[in-house]
């Protein structure tokens, strides 16, 4: 049993990584992320694998490993407070260096690993963001890579294309606060062409999953 805080998202979101758990008490607003295949108890609710909602002031049960970001409602002015996460994170393309980044607002905390799970915050600033349709990760070239993203302010949508062109899109799926797109690979971890794309300025948390036996890259 154990509620580790994770410090990625330092100082804007307190991030908490909760493993074999029967209770968790959440004070105020917080997102819950249910990493688990065993669903989380909240209330009448339950919470399945890889879903996540924003719950406020609430116990939550049978968390066997969960991610809860806190705070999420100590930012009343979202505009200034992206300013400053501007001033904080470094652009994604200083990081990653993805030529399809290049001269893009788009912005990313460090990145955490715990077992098989890194754990990174993301901010778009543009409207629209033009990140760029992939579906390949070069940064974490390991085969059989998942990955999902949870909105945590801003609006979104996340977009599945049949080629390398936005007109070819087949599916779309809104990205509001508290929202994870449901996962788009398949059971090999193959992806389609896919994006993020900004309604409003965001911020998202992405979760990449590795598979068992495969070790985070360095």
């Known amino acids: 049993m154990s509620v580790e805080t994770l410090d990625f998202a330092d100082p804007f979101f307190s991030v908490y990584l909760i493993e074999n758990e029967a209770t968790y008490d959440v004070l105020g607003k917080a997102i819950v992320l249910n990493l688990s295949e065993t669903p989380i108890q909240i209330r009448?609710?339950?919470?399945?694998?890889?879903?996540?909602?924003?719950?406020?002031d609430v116990t939550l049960?049978?968390?066997s490993h969960a991610v809860?970001?806190?705070r999420i409602d100590n930012h009343p002015d979202e505009l200034a407070l992206m300013e400053q996460v501007r001033a904080t994170w470094p652009?994604?393309?200083d990081v990653r260096g993805e030529e399809r980044l290049r001269g893009i607002s788009h912005y990313m905390s460090k990145k955490v690993w715990r077992g098989q799970f890194g754990f990174t915050m993301y901010h778009s600033g543009s409207v629209p963001l033009n990140v760029g349709l992939h579906k390949d990760h070069d940064f974490c070239p390991v085969p059989g890579f998942r990955e999902v993203h949870t909105q945590?302010?801003?609006?979104?949508?996340?977009?599945?294309c049949r080629e390398k062109?936005?007109?070819t899109l087949y599916l779309e799926?809104?990205?509001a606060p508290g929202t994870t797109h449901r996962p788009m690979y398949d059971a090999e971890g193959n992806f389609p062409w896919h994006q993020f794309e900004t309604i409003t300025p965001s911020i998202f948390m992405a979760v990449e999953m590795l598979?068992?036996?495969a070790s985070p890259p360095a």
């Open 61 to 63: 049960s049978n968390l």
């Open 165 to 167: 062109d936005v007109s």
């Open 173 to 175: 799926e809104p990205m």
């Open 91 to 93: 652009s994604a393309f």
């Open 152 to 160: 945590i302010m801003g609006f979104g949508k996340m977009q599945q």
């Open 211 to 213: 598979p068992e036996g």
């Open 44 to 56: 009448e609710q339950t919470l399945a694998h890889l879903q996540s909602v924003i719950v406020a």
């Open 68 to 70: 809860i970001i806190g």
